[in-house]
């Protein structure tokens, strides 16, 4: 059982920078592959970036690769998106999820919103031009 808050979501400019982060509580968070979604208003909810368990591996959609970064951070229990040169397709509600593993699957993420166990409440990211 674990609990995911995400915080950091506002408005930000075309072109700006945003970092949202995810704040994970009620078990250990090494073992969890961990991943953002977002969707927008009408729109399904669609896969943006995920990382594995050891933070060794990374994937990313193509709409935001080279332009946000997925990192983690076990000993504090968080996962971070970083997230430049916005644009106001970026605009959505951002999700984190968690997806249980075995400590053997060391290099595994997912784009699949099915794989994920728990996800957190969202946070709001506006892009205005």
């Known amino acids: 059982q674990v609990q995911l808050v995400e915080s950091g979501g506002g408005l930000a400019q075309t072109g700006g920078s945003l970092r949202i982060s995810c704040a994970a509580s009620?078990?250990?968070?090494?073992?969890?592959?961990m991943g953002w979604f977002r969707q927008a208003p009408g729109k399904e909810r669609e896969f943006v970036s995920a990382?594995?368990?050891?933070?060794?591996?990374?994937s990313y959609a193509d709409s935001v690769k080279g332009r946000f970064t997925i990192s983690r951070d076990n000993a504090k229990n968080t996962v971070y998106l970083q997230m430049n040169s916005l644009k106001p397709e970026d605009t959505a509600v951002y999700y984190c999820?968690?997806?249980?593993?075995?400590?053997?699957?060391?290099?595994?993420?997912?784009?699949?919103?099915?794989?994920?166990?728990?996800w957190g409440q969202g946070t709001q990211v506006t892009v205005s031009s």
């Open positions: 990382i594995s368990w050891t933070g060794g591996t990374f």
């Open positions: 009620g078990r250990t968070f090494s073992l969890y592959a």
């Open positions: 999820a968690a997806d249980r593993v075995n400590s053997g699957q060391y290099r595994y993420t997912s784009s699949l919103s099915d794989a994920y166990d728990y």
